[in-house]
């Protein structure tokens, strides 16, 4: 069993950064692939971006493509998303997700992931 708890969001303007961190308990953490979702008001959840166990592949979604960034810290127990140049539409509640069946490729569907953490809001003011 792995949990999962979310921190650093808050309230933002546009072009500014902020940067989350998902804590992870459990030794197991480390062979899993991770990934950050967001969901908006109304929206369905979406993918953010996605990482391996080791941290050698990252996957990202086309909207923060060269704005976001995951990074993991495997001795720490923790996963983070850098979050640059930050838009309005990136407002959001913002989840990390650990994926126990995979470990080097990281998929982008919900519901291919086991544990999810709280969420933190994270809000961008125009």
């Known amino acids: 069993q792995v949990q999962l708890v979310e921190s650093g969001g808050g309230l933002v303007q546009a072009g500014g950064s902020l940067r989350l961190s998902c804590a992870a308990s459990?030794?197991?953490?480390?062979?899993?692939?991770m990934g950050w979702f967001r969901q908006a008001p109304g929206k369905e959840r979406e993918f953010v971006a996605g990482?391996?166990?080791?941290?050698?592949?990252?996957y990202y979604a086309d909207s923060v493509k060269g704005r976001f960034t995951i990074s993991r810290d495997n001795a720490k127990n923790t996963v983070y998303l850098q979050m640059n140049s930050l838009k309005p539409e990136d407002t959001a509640v913002y989840y990390c997700a650990a994926d126990r069946n995979r470990r080097i490729v990281v998929v982008t569907t919900p519901y291919e992931y086991d544990y999810w953490g709280q969420g933190t809001q994270v809000t961008v003011s125009s």
């Open positions: 990482i391996s166990w080791s941290g050698g592949n990252t």
């Open positions: 459990g030794r197991t953490f480390s062979s899993y692939a």
